[in-house]
């Protein structure tokens, strides 16, 4: 038996397997993506925060971030190490959760929950009310 993989630019794929005679292809859907490629598409629609002193809450205006289609999760990139922790609530109801504090270390991804729809409200308080805070979310 001899199988030989073929892979395209265009992150297509097809595995042929040749057994007495017989030729079996499969090909991933036409839209899928690799892991990589998909947490790219996440980072690079990122953006920046910045929290100053006085403040134990991001968005620091009252308001609330929104998860996108770009990201199945919510990342935080800490330009200094911080300890936080990520509250949300469903568009589908105003029930709120927030998972313990965890430190983000300093220019480091950190998932801080996953498998958001999309549109869930979320924001994060933050532990250092004391101390600018600055990164970047993904979600």
């Known amino acids: 038996m001899t199988a030989i993989l073929f892979k395209t630019a265009t992150l297509f794929a097809a595995t042929a397997t ?3 005679g017989t030729v079996l292809l499969t090909a991933p859907t036409a839209g899928a993506r690799t ?6 598409a996440c980072y690079d629609g990122a953006w920046t925060y910045r929290k100053g002193a006085g403040y134990g809450v991001l968005p620091i205006n009252g308001g609330v971030y929104r998860t996108t289609s770009r990201c199945a999760d919510i990342n935080i990139k800490a330009d200094q190490a911080t300890s936080l922790e990520l509250c949300y609530s469903n568009p589908s109801d105003t029930r709120t959760t ?8 300093a220019g480091q991804w950190k998932v801080m929950g996953t498998n958001f ?10 532990a250092a009310i004391d101390t600018l805070k600055t990164g970047s979310i993904a979600a």
């Open 117 to 126: 729809k999309d549109g869930t409200r979320f924001w994060f308080n933050v």
């Open 18 to 20: 040749l057994a007495a």
């Open 35 to 40: 892991t990589a490629a998909a947490s790219n």
């Open 98 to 105: 927030c998972k313990d504090y965890v430190t983000a270390k």
